[in-house]
C-alpha cells in the first residue's frame, strides 16, 4: 500500500469510507513500515466557554481507541498481503461492533441488527464455551434441538426390525440434514418450543424430558442476555414431573448379582469395576470417574469426596461413606494421585453398560445413573432409615430421598402380590 498520499498532518489516514461511520477506522503511520489501527468516536458536542471572549461555543467530544492491531505499509510477500486482509477484515468487524455498542449506550436506542446468525452454531460455540460441571448435559441439549429441528417425527431413529442397510441410510439422511441446517434465531417462537417440549417428551421416559428442556432455556437465557435473542420464547412453556416418584429402572439385589456374575469378551474391566462401585455406594458416574486413592482413608475404611454436582453451593456436598470388604477389593492399591477408575467417555460407559446389562439377560432401560437409584432403593429395603440414605447420597434434606421410599413400598406390594392366590 503506498501511504504517503491521503495522510493527515499528525500522520494518520481514515480507512472507514462511509461518512456516517462511528467510530471510524483510521491508521498512524509507524516509523517501522508497520500502520497501527485505530477507532476514532464521535460523542457529539458539548458547550464550553471561551477564556479569551467568555462566550460558548460547541466543542467535538472525540476519543480514540487503539486496536492493537498492525498493518505493512508496503506488503512485499503474499503472506504479508494476507495478513493485511485478515488484520484489516478483523479490524473493520471491532468497528462495527463498537458502532453497535455506541448506539445502545450513547444515544439510547438500539439499532436494528442486521443478523445472519445460524443459532445451531451459536449453540455449539455456547457448549464450547461452557466450563460448569455439567457440560455433557448442554450438549445434550443442544444434540436433542438438533435432532428435534431435522426428525421432530423420529423417523430417522432405528427401530426394531431394521436392516443395517436401513440403519446406515437413515443415519446419512438424518446427517445430510443436520449439514444444511440454519436456524435463524428469531424463527424460535413460543409455538416451536411447545412442540419442542411435546418432542422430548415422546423420547425421553422419567426425568429425561425435564433434564434436557432446563438445560435447554439455560442456552436460551444466555442468548437473551448476548442479545442474539429480544425475547425469551421459553417464558411460560413447561415440562411438569412428579419429583416424588421413581421413573427410572432400578435393579434388585438378585439382578446386581447377576450382573456381577456376567462376563463377555472385550469387556473394560475399569467400567465393570466402577459401575459395580457405584451399585454399592450410589456414586454419580461425575463423581466416580473423579476419585483418586486420595480419597480413600485405607486405615478408618472410609471414602471421602466432594460431589462435582453440588460443590460450592450446598453445605451437603461433602460426602463421606463407609467401606466394607467387597467395596475396598474394587479400588484396591495404587499412589495418592492416581484415578482409581480410569473411565472412558459417559457414552462409552453407557453403550458398554448395555451390552454387558443384555448379555446378563437383564430386560431393563440400566443407565449409569441407575446405579444410584438402585442402591438407594436396595438400602432402603434391607432396612436403613431415610435420614441414613440421604446422607449417603449426599441430599441436603428429605424431598430428594423420598421418592425412594416411595419405590420401596410399590415393590412390597409386588413381592405380596406375587404370592399365588389362596382359594379358602
Known amino acids: 500500500m503506498a501511504h504517503k498520499k491521503g495522510l493527515r498532518a499528525d500522520g494518520t489516514r481514515i480507512i472507514s469510507t462511509d461518512s456516517t461511520d462511528n467510530p471510524k477506522l483510521g491508521a498512524k503511520v509507524l516509523s517501522d513500515g508497520r500502520e497501527s ?20 461555543y460547541p466543542k467535538k467530544v472525540r476519543k480514540r481507541e487503539s486496536l492493537s492491531l498492525y498493518l505493512w505499509q508496503a506488503p512485499r510477500t503474499p503472506l504479508e498481503r494476507q495478513q493485511n ?10 468497528r462495527f461492533e463498537r458502532g453497535q455498542q455506541l448506539l445502545n449506550d450513547v444515544e439510547g436506542y438500539r439499532l436494528k441488527k442486521e443478523q445472519d446468525i445460524n443459532f445451531i452454531d451459536w449453540m455449539w460455540a455456547y457448549y464450547d464455551a461452557y ?49 444444511i441446517l ?42 437473551v442476555e448476548k442479545d442474539v435473542m429480544r425475547k425469551n420464547p421459553c417464558n411460560g412453556v413447561v415440562i411438569k414431573i412428579d419429583k416424588g416418584t421413581l421413573k427410572k429402572d432400578v435393579l434388585s439385589v438378585e439382578e446386581v448379582a447377576l450382573l456381577a456374575a456376567t462376563h463377555y469378551r472385550g469387556e473394560n474391566p475399569d467400567i465393570r469395576r466402577a459401575f459395580i462401585f457405584c451399585l454399592y455406594t450410589g ?55 492416581e484415578l ?38 436396595n438400602v432402603l429395603n434391607n432396612g436403613a432409615n431415610i435420614k441414613t440414605v440421604a446422607s449417603l447420597l449426599g441430599h441436603s434434606g428429605l424431598q430428594h430421598t423420598e421418592k425412594y421410599t416411595r419405590a420401596v413400598d410399590k415393590l412390597k406390594e409386588a413381592a405380596v402380590n406375587s404370592l399365588p392366590e389362596l382359594k379358602l
Open 37 to 56: 489501527l485505530f477507532l476514532d468516536f464521535n460523542f457529539g458536542y458539548t458547550m464550553e466557554v471561551s477564556q479569551t471572549t467568555g462566550k460558548e
Open 85 to 94: 486482509k485478515e488484520t484489516l477484515e478483523l479490524a473493520k468487524k471491532i
Open 131 to 179: 466450563n460448569k460441571a455439567d457440560k455433557r448435559s448442554i450438549k445434550r441439549a443442544v444434540v436433542c434441538f438438533v435432532d428435534f429441528m431435522v426428525d421432530p417425527e423420529c423417523e430417522y431413529i432405528p427401530v426394531a426390525g431394521w436392516t443395517e442397510e436401513q440403519k446406515e441410510k437413515a443415519k446419512q439422511e438424518k446427517a445430510d440434514r443436520v449439514r
Open 182 to 223: 440454519r436456524v435463524k434465531p428469531e424463527t424460535i417462537n413460543k409455538d416451536l418450543i411447545i412442540e419442542f417440549t411435546e418432542y422430548l417428551q415422546r423420547r425421553f421416559i422419567g426425568e429425561g424430558a425435564h433434564t434436557v428442556y432446563a438445560r435447554f432455556k439455560k442456552i436460551i437465557n444466555a442468548a
Open 283 to 337: 456414586l454419580r458416574w461425575a463423581d466416580v470417574r473423579l476419585l483418586a486413592y486420595a480419597n480413600v482413608d485405607f486405615a478408618n475404611r472410609l471414602l471421602k469426596f466432594e460431589q462435582s454436582k453440588t460443590a460450592g453451593h450446598s453445605a451437603a456436598s461433602s460426602v463421606v461413606i463407609p467401606l466394607n470388604d467387597s467395596m475396598l477389593s474394587l479400588v484396591g492399591k495404587g499412589g495418592r494421585d
Open 340 to 377: 482409581i477408575f480410569p473411565l472412558p467417555s459417559h457414552t462409552m460407559c453407557n453403550k458398554a453398560l448395555k451390552h454387558w446389562t443384555e448379555r446378563a439377560g437383564i430386560e431393563k432401560h440400566i443407565t449409569w445413573h441407575c446405579a444410584r437409584h438402585s442402591f438407594a432403593v
